[in-house]
Each structure stands twice: as structure tokens, then as C-alpha cells.
């Protein structure tokens, strides 16, 4: 055991915390980073100036509390979001992982589980255990899909406090049917499920791809979460939010600390939603290039998964790890998710797509690839 763990051993941890790893991802200094699904166009010049403009006028009040109740952004958020959705219906928080924190600190608890299939976005066990919630794993197909009556199936034997199903899904980038959502809240109506669908990277789905807003009327125990960090570009400013049942807003509001939502972040996300347009331009473009991988990657005789998100999980490598040191050592960054024969990479900008694939293609002809 190193040094620090065992001063961390001597402290009077929490027994459900011992030998736990905190969440992380390489933070590398390489040219070209892919690794960990950030909008790589960043803010475009306009909103970054509207943003300045907003956060300059917050700053003279800084010496008042802000809007306990951030009413003007969730005004904004509900007609963003549009499926007749009210201020009533809308929680925002720095970040999605605090808004999941904060369902959780309201359901969840000790004697009480929540039920992940993985593989799926790694933070849920961790925000479990932060709460002392009991994480429970489901399982998936062999392809990593996940249908309607095996979720529902799972979800009647275990009998889950709160189900997370993620979609598109962290790591694989594939899309739930809104069938799975339906059979999950229906199964779970037992235990009293809060069913969380986490669409995180809803707006790069393929246009016909619906959201789960669409199944929140007369459901109230279903709860969509988004963020700002991905198609907005604002992943450095921690803003995330949901929709559901007022009453579900009602109770997060119990937990929540005082004013948990600065008057700078308040003032950041209104005016990236007032200057929408240009960002949503940005993802048609990164939705481009995540196609232009799957199909590089397919061309190189790879096996990507269908993609509704920013990035592309794909495997069919005899060394990914391999593979992935490789491309560091080209200057480029992507993540291994620990999957067998799998790696992850977020779709770039044009030119850092182009150094990827080639990067790749290289690698796997045996070739030592250009330093990007």
C-alpha cells in the first residue's frame, strides 16, 4: 500500500468508501486531445463575447446572493427544451453529475439501490456510494445494446430505488428506444423506481432519434438530465439540468445546498442559450465528422458502433492498449475504456479527425505515424 493510501486508511472513512478510486481521466499536455468527449470547437467568438458581456454585468452584484431559484434560466431551459415543458419542470446544478447527486441524495440513501447496466458511464457507482446508495449492475447483450424486455425483466427481479439508463450511452454512443424507457418505468412501478435517462448527448443524435422528454407527461417518476457542457461548449462552466414532475423538482429542493448555483454560472447559461444558433451550428459539424470516423474506422476493416454522440466506440484491435499508446505517442489522445478489443474517441475538428484516422491507419499498417 503507497503512503498515501495508507494515511487515507487511517482516517474514519466511510467503510462503503474504502479502496475506492476517485473518477478521472488522463490529463495529458499532447496537441490533439480526444479523450474525454468535450465539444473540441470551443465557444465561437460571438457567444464568448455575449458571455463576457453577462458575466461582466453579474459581477457588479457579486456581493448579493444570487437567484436562490435561478428562475430566468429555467424559463430559458424550459423553452429550449420545448414539449410544453414549464420553469416547474426544470432543476439545474453545476454540472449533470451534481444534478444526478442531487436525485440521489433525495431517492437514494442508505437501504436503498440503484440498478446501472454497464458498460455505461462510470460516475454512477461513485455518485452512488457518495450517497451511500447501494449500486447494483444489470447486465447487456453481448453487443452492448439493451432491450426493452431484458431491462424490464432485470428491473422486477432486483427491485431498484433508482434506475439510470443512459442514452446515447457513455461508452458506446448508442441510442435507447424510447420502448426501453416505457418497460423500465412500467417494471418498476413495484419498488417506486425513479428512472433517470441521462441524454447528455442528446443533441448529436441522428435527427430521427427521439428524447425521453416525450414520456415525461403522466410519468413522475421518469427524470431526464442534460448539460451544457457538450453541445454548449461549456463543460469549463459545470452547468447541467433535468426535467420532470414539479413535484420531483419540489423534492430536490430539500437537498440542495443554499444558492448552490452562482450569479456567474446563472449569467454564463442564459446567454450561451440566447446565442444558441451558433452553437448547434458546431454540432452539425461535429456530427459530421463523428460519421466521417465511423466510416474511416469502418474502411480500416474496424467495427464502430452506431453513434448518436460526439464520439465513436470501436473495436475490433488485438492490442488496444497498444494502439493507444501509440496514438499518444503521435500526439493524439483518445480513451481506453478497459473494454477488451475496444478504444473510445471523440469526434474533433476536421483537421484533428484527419490526424487521428491517419495516425491510426499507420499504426495498424505498421507504420510509425506522423507526430500531429
Given at each position: 500500500?503507497?503512503?498515501?493510501?495508507?494515511?487515507?486508511?487511517?482516517?474514519?472513512?466511510?467503510?462503503?468508501?474504502?479502496?475506492?478510486?476517485?473518477?478521472?481521466?488522463?490529463?495529458?499536455?499532447?496537441?490533439?486531445?480526444?479523450?474525454?468527449?468535450?465539444?473540441?470547437?470551443?465557444?465561437?467568438?460571438?457567444?464568448?463575447?455575449?458571455?463576457?458581456?453577462?458575466?461582466?454585468?453579474?459581477?457588479?452584484?457579486?456581493?448579493?446572493?444570487?437567484?436562490?431559484?435561478?428562475?430566468?434560466?429555467?424559463?430559458?431551459?424550459?423553452?429550449?427544451?420545448?414539449?410544453?415543458?414549464?420553469?416547474?419542470?426544470?432543476?439545474?446544478?453545476?454540472?449533470?453529475?451534481?444534478?444526478?447527486?442531487?436525485?440521489?441524495?433525495?431517492?437514494?440513501?442508505?437501504?436503498?439501490?440503484?440498478?446501472?447496466?454497464?458498460?455505461?458511464?462510470?460516475?454512477?457507482?461513485?455518485?452512488?456510494?457518495?450517497?451511500?446508495?447501494?449500486?447494483?449492475?444489470?447486465?447487456?447483450?453481448?453487443?452492448?445494446?439493451?432491450?426493452?424486455?431484458?431491462?424490464?425483466?432485470?428491473?422486477?427481479?432486483?427491485?431498484?430505488?433508482?434506475?439510470?439508463?443512459?442514452?446515447?450511452?457513455?461508452?458506446?454512443?448508442?441510442?435507447?428506444?424510447?420502448?426501453?424507457?416505457?418497460?423500465?418505468?412500467?417494471?418498476?412501478e413495484a419498488s417506486q423506481a425513479i428512472v433517470i435517462?441521462?441524454?447528455?448527448?442528446?443533441?448529436?443524435?441522428?435527427?430521427?432519434?427521439?428524447?425521453?422528454?416525450?414520456?415525461?407527461?403522466?410519468?413522475?417518476?421518469?427524470?431526464?438530465?442534460?448539460?451544457?457542457?457538450?453541445?454548449?461548449?461549456?463543460?469549463?462552466?459545470?452547468?447541467?439540468?433535468?426535467?420532470?414532475?414539479?413535484?420531483?423538482?419540489?423534492?430536490?429542493?430539500?437537498?440542495?445546498?443554499?444558492?448552490?448555483?452562482?450569479?456567474?454560472?446563472?449569467?454564463?447559461?442564459?446567454?450561451?442559450?440566447?446565442?444558441?444558433?451558433?452553437?448547434?451550428?458546431?454540432?452539425?459539424?461535429?456530427?459530421?465528422?463523428?460519421?466521417?470516423?465511423?466510416?474511416?474506422?469502418?474502411?480500416?476493416?474496424?467495427?464502430?458502433?452506431?453513434?448518436?454522440?460526439?464520439?465513436?466506440?470501436?473495436?475490433?484491435?488485438?492490442?488496444?492498449?497498444?494502439?493507444?499508446?501509440?496514438?499518444?505517442?503521435?500526439?493524439?489522445?483518445?480513451?481506453?475504456?478497459?473494454?477488451?478489443?475496444?478504444?473510445?474517441?471523440?469526434?474533433?475538428?476536421?483537421?484533428?479527425?484527419?490526424?487521428?484516422?491517419?495516425?491510426?491507419?499507420?499504426?495498424?499498417?505498421?507504420?510509425?505515424?506522423?507526430?500531429?
Amino acid at each position: 500500500m503507497s503512503e498515501q493510501l495508507e494515511r487515507l486508511d487511517r482516517l474514519p472513512l466511510r467503510d462503503n468508501l474504502r479502496g475506492l478510486s476517485p473518477y478521472g481521466a488522463p490529463q495529458l499536455d499532447v496537441p490533439i486531445l480526444l479523450n474525454v468527449n468535450e465539444n473540441t470547437h470551443g465557444v465561437p467568438s460571438d457567444v464568448q463575447a455575449a458571455i463576457t458581456e453577462a458575466v461582466a454585468k453579474a459581477a457588479m452584484g457579486l456581493n448579493r446572493y444570487p437567484d436562490r431559484e435561478f428562475t430566468e434560466l429555467r424559463e430559458a431551459l424550459a423553452e429550449y427544451l420545448g414539449h410544453g415543458l414549464s420553469p416547474e419542470n426544470i432543476w439545474a446544478a453545476n454540472g449533470s453529475n451534481e444534478v444526478l447527486q442531487q436525485i440521489l441524495q433525495a431517492f437514494g440513501g442508505p437501504g436503498r439501490t440503484a440498478l446501472g447496466f454497464p458498460p455505461t458511464y462510470s460516475m454512477y457507482p461513485l455518485l452512488a456510494s457518495g450517497t451511500d446508495t447501494a449500486y447494483i449492475t444489470g447486465v447487456r447483450a453481448d453487443d452492448y445494446g439493451l432491450d426493452a424486455a431484458s431491462a424490464a425483466a432485470q428491473v422486477r427481479e432486483l427491485q431498484p430505488n433508482i434506475v439510470f439508463l443512459c442514452s446515447p450511452n457513455n461508452p458506446t454512443g448508442t441510442g435507447l428506444g424510447l420502448d426501453v424507457v416505457e418497460a423500465v418505468y412500467e417494471a418498476g412501478e413495484a419498488s417506486q423506481a425513479i428512472v433517470i435517462v441521462d441524454e447528455a448527448y442528446h443533441e448529436f443524435a441522428h435527427d430521427d432519434t427521439p428524447s425521453a422528454l416525450t414520456l415525461l407527461p403522466g410519468r413522475e417518476r421518469l427524470i431526464v438530465s442534460r448539460t451544457m457542457s457538450k453541445a454548449f461548449a461549456l463543460a469549463g462552466a459545470r452547468v447541467g439540468y433535468l426535467a420532470a414532475a414539479p413535484e420531483v423538482t419540489d423534492a430536490i429542493r430539500l437537498v440542495r445546498l443554499p444558492y448552490h448555483l452562482s450569479a456567474v454560472t446563472q449569467a454564463t447559461a442564459l446567454a450561451a442559450l440566447r446565442h444558441r444558433e451558433a452553437l448547434m451550428a458546431d454540432v452539425e459539424d461535429i456530427k459530421v465528422q463523428r460519421d466521417r470516423i465511423v466510416d474511416g474506422l469502418t474502411r480500416l476493416g474496424l467495427k464502430p458502433a452506431a453513434s448518436d454522440s460526439n464520439y465513436v466506440f470501436f473495436g475490433g484491435l488485438e492490442n488496444p492498449h497498444a494502439v493507444w499508446q501509440g496514438l499518444l505517442d503521435a500526439g493524439v489522445l483518445i480513451r481506453d475504456v478497459g473494454i477488451p478489443g475496444h478504444l473510445r474517441v471523440t469526434a474533433g475538428t476536421e483537421a484533428e479527425t484527419t490526424a487521428f484516422l491517419e495516425a491510426l491507419e499507420a499504426l495498424l499498417d505498421g507504420r510509425t505515424p506522423a507526430r500531429a
